[in-house]
């Protein structure tokens, strides 16, 4: 069974960076590349919101508009890992962050589609 492992969360300030990790395992007949990516998020009293996903190739790419020209989505298949970049971070930013994933799925921001999430990693952007 596919499991997602999140890294990389934290206190940040305004302006600052950080990279998210979601490394992947437990493939048993299944490969790595077979997989669809995408990273959503989540703060408190907010709804749900899809931040960026990656074709099981890598070539296709998408971000939600509050985090296009900010935030870059990558994958390492030598690695099994999946990079959210995220610069010039603002207060609004703050919130769980959780990597989800979806064999042979398609680049997608629409929650329904992923099957697999992982437990989520806490961004605080803040001064």
């Known amino acids: 069974q596919l499991q997602l492992a999140e890294s990389g969360g934290g206190l940040v300030q305004p302006g600052g960076s950080l990279r998210l990790s979601c490394e992947a395992s437990g493939f048993t007949l299944d490969r790595y590349v077979f997989y669809a990516f995408g990273w959503f998020r989540q703060a408190p009293g907010k709804e749900r919101e899809g931040i960026s996903c990656?074709?099981?190739?890598?070539?296709?790419?998408n971000y939600g508009d509050s985090v296009k020209g900010r935030f870059t989505i990558s994958r390492d298949n030598g690695k099994n890992t999946v990079y959210l970049q995220m610069n010039s971070l603002k207060p609004e930013d703050t919130a769980v962050y959780y990597c989800?994933?979806?064999?042979?799925?398609?680049?997608?921001?629409?929650?329904?589609?992923?099957?697999?999430w992982g437990q989520g990693t806490q961004v605080t952007v803040s001064s």
């Open positions: 989800v994933a979806q064999k042979f799925g398609t680049c997608t921001l629409s929650a329904q589609v992923y099957n697999t």
């Open positions: 990656i074709s099981s190739g890598g070539g296709i790419k």
